[in-house]
């Protein structure tokens, strides 16, 4: 027994000073990436200061770790620190990737709040935490997005039919509502698809480099719809409800979708109008009912049916009489 602790206090220890390695790594990113070019006093102060600030008032930074550190990213992470003695550390412009820098990545990942419990401020900090399946296929995915690999995946769409294998050329990562969705055109289609992660049962990179399609801008594709899901056959319209004073107050803070724009207050009635230019799918219609309780649809008709006739039904759902005998969950 007493050995077996010993082992587990030993990974912990092993562990720790892998995520404070990592916590390291994504200062000196964020922080040479945010300057034309610092010197080595300056950046080891730097690092002590963040880490002081999240909790590691016992850090001890010194200029030979963030040298190993600096040439750890350069010769195992790729990442294009140039040096110089006038300068000091910089980015190389011509060899950076928006795209496919390790601070994005990492960052994408989570990491940084995988360090809460090394930082002090899990105490009273408490960020959402939802269990998600298929975030292990990440990596993998952004491997093969970067290399130009298509992936085969097992594939099972929620309550609809049975799993299936595919092979999907991959195109980009997008993260909604804390999903993760791979955007890739299925071999064979011209159209692009998206791939929930939590519903992948299994990914495998397949061998050689696809030749890449040219393909819309996926940001201004996505411009005019709520959500992850863009379909091409709906047409962009012009939205118009209001809420009352509560609720508006709320949606002025968290706007719905960035085309949202306030067309008046109506102090008598208490109430906020806004107009949206949005695709209405699935995903906005849910969005309007999850904060439904004063919502009033005025533009288009058509939606303001739809949501009648769902609030309708869910009354009438309600007024029956339970025919289900559920357990109290003991």
């Known amino acids: 027994m007493a050995g077996d602790k010993g082992r587990k206090e030993y990974i912990c220890e092993k562990i720790m000073a892998q995520l404070k390695s990592i916590q390291r790594y994504l200062l000196i990113i964020h922080k040479i990436r945010s300057s034309n070019g610092i010197h080595m006093q300056e950046l080891r102060q730097w690092v002590k200061d963040e880490l002081t600030a999240h909790g590691n008032e016992e850090v001890a930074v010194s200029?030979?770790?963030?040298?190993?550190?600096?040439?750890?990213?350069?010769?195992y992470l790729g990442i294009p620190i140039g040096s110089s003695?006038?300068?000091?550390?910089?980015?190389?412009?011509?060899?950076?990737?928006?795209?496919g820098n390790i601070e994005t990545v990492l960052e994408s990942f989570n990491l940084l709040n995988a360090l809460n419990a090394d930082t002090g401020m899990g105490r009273f900090i408490f960020p959402e935490?939802?269990?998600?399946?298929?975030?292990?296929?990440?990596?993998?995915?952004?491997?093969?997005?970067?290399?130009?690999?298509?992936v085969s995946v097992h594939y099972k769409k929620y309550g609809v039919g049975e799993d299936f294998r595919q092979k999907v050329f991959p195109y980009a990562l997008k993260q909604w509502r804390s999903r993760w969705y791979l955007l890739g055109i299925p071999d064979g289609k011209e159209q692009m698809r998206t791939y929930g992660l939590d519903r992948?049962?299994?990914?495998?990179?397949?061998?050689?480099?696809?030749?890449?399609?040219?393909?819309p801008d996926i940001e201004t594709s996505y411009k005019d719809c709520y959500g992850i899901y863009n379909d091409e056959r709906l047409p962009v319209e012009k939205v118009i409800i209001s809420y009352d004073k509560?609720?508006?107050?709320?949606?002025?803070s968290q706007?719905?979708?960035?085309?949202?724009?306030?067309?008046?207050?109506?102090?008598?009635?208490?109430?906020?109008?806004?107009?949206?230019?949005?695709?209405?799918?699935?995903?906005?219609?849910?969005?309007?009912?999850?904060?439904?309780?004063?919502?009033?649809?005025?533009?288009p008709e058509s939606l303001r049916r739809e949501i009648h006739d769902i609030y309708k039904?869910?009354?009438?759902?309600?007024?029956?009489?339970?025919?289900?005998?559920?357990?109290?969950?003991?």
């Open 63 to 75: 200029e030979r770790t963030l040298k190993r550190d600096i040439a750890d990213l350069r010769d």
């Open 85 to 99: 003695r006038t300068r000091g550390y910089y980015f190389q412009e011509d060899e950076v990737s928006d795209e």
């Open 129 to 150: 935490r939802r269990p998600y399946r298929g975030n292990k296929y990440l990596y993998p995915l952004l491997k093969a997005i970067q290399k130009r690999m298509p």
């Open 200 to 215: 992948m049962l299994d990914l495998k990179p397949l061998g050689g480099r696809f030749k890449a399609k040219e393909i």
């Open 246 to 252: 509560r609720e508006g107050e709320y949606v002025k």
């Open 255 to 299: 706007p719905i979708h960035h085309s949202q724009k306030k067309l008046q207050d109506l102090p008598e009635h208490e109430r906020l109008v806004i107009s949206l230019h949005v695709k209405i799918t699935k995903e906005f219609k849910l969005e309007l009912l999850a904060r439904g309780f004063s919502l009033q649809v005025h533009q």
């Open 313 to 330: 039904n869910g009354m009438e759902a309600n007024a029956r009489e339970n025919p289900f005998e559920l357990c109290d969950g003991k």
